[in-house]
């Protein structure tokens, strides 16, 4: 089976550009509502330029085109980062950032995928993307299809039972077209995620069940696209991973330093501040 690349690897925009865009606009879309996941937007910014505008094969004109890889967004409270990058691909319209969690927006502030065009699943209820990514795998197994399922998942989600159910399906049916994204910020809801279940060398784990592993700056744009370069290429019989290791609320120094940033707290006067301070940093 044959299928035409839609991809953006050609992009003369630099991927660093790319990643500054998303932070971008995730702020302006915070500032919108005056709240947000903010900190994670912009500690994933640099993993989600390098899939969309290095890795996936995808039309910004047809979201639902059959050829594309998908992109599976687990953790629903990362929505105002996957919406950024969907504007900044294309498939959503910039002028609609404004809309950002209103009543009828097609960007409500949890990602449902029956709102948004380009959002595969709804996600939320954590531990559910990598099983439903398993099944998307296995579908595109059976089609004969070349397309690549990525699934994007918190380090929380690493305490969770149905994720290592799905960690044993994958290699249970062989999905060397299932890309597993781990984004490990070491921050819950109630704390460091290394003082709760995702403890040890997660590598490790994950090796042991079979999975290429790999484990990266997920804030290093060169490495971050090496790692995708590799699972993408690597012959290894069953599913792969990549355990992006990021800082959140990167690239705005002030909430980096935040002792809270599961939820940063971003009073009415800093949002100009983080702008400002974020275009200090502008990419040439």
């Known amino acids: 089976m044959t299928v035409e690349s839609r991809s953006f690897a050609a992009s003369n ?24 996941y903010i900190g994670q937007a912009l500690g ?4 989600l330029a390098a899939s969309y505008f290095h890795a996936l094969n995808y039309d910004p004109k047809d979201p639902e085109w059959e050829g594309r890889d998908r992109f599976l967004l687990s953790i629903g409270h990362y929505a105002i980062a996957l919406y950024a990058v969907l504007m900044e691909a294309g498939i959503l319209p910039e002028d609609e950032l404004e809309t950002y969690g209103m009543d009828d927006s097609r ?21 559910h993307g990598l099983g439903i990514a398993v099944g998307m795998a296995l579908g595109l197994k059976r089609k004969n299809s070349p397309a690549f399922v990525y699934n994007l998942m918190s380090d929380g989600e690493l305490g969770e039972g149905s994720t290592w159910e799905a960690v044993m399906s ?34 490790a ?10 484990r990266v700056d997920g804030n290093d744009l060169d490495a971050v696209v090496a790692a995708f370069d590799t699972a993408r290429a690597s012959s ?15 690239g705005v120094d002030f909430l980096e330093t935040r002792e809270i940033t599961h939820f940063v707290r971003v009073e009415a006067d800093e949002w100009a501040k983080a702008l400002a ?8």
């Open 44 to 47: 994933v910014a640099d993993v």
């Open 205 to 214: 784990k994950w090796q042991a069940f079979g999975w290429h592993a790999q």
């Open 277 to 284: 301070v974020l275009e200090e940093g502008k990419p040439q």
């Open 13 to 36: 925009t630099s991927l660093a550009l790319r990643a500054w865009n998303i932070r971008r606009k995730a702020l302006l879309m915070g500032e919108v509502q005056g709240q947000g």
């Open 236 to 250: 290894h019989p069953g599913p792969r991973v990549i355990i992006f290791d990021t800082t959140m609320c990167k």
């Open 170 to 203: 994958g290699v249970q049916h062989k999905l060397d077209n299932l890309i597993c994204l781990v984004d490990f910020n070491d921050q819950q809801a109630d704390g460091k995620s290394t003082a709760a279940l995702a403890q040890g060398d997660e590598l």
């Open 107 to 127: 960007m409500p502030m949890s990602g449902m995928a029956s709102y948004t065009p380009g959002m595969e699943i709804t996600g939320g209820s954590l531990g």
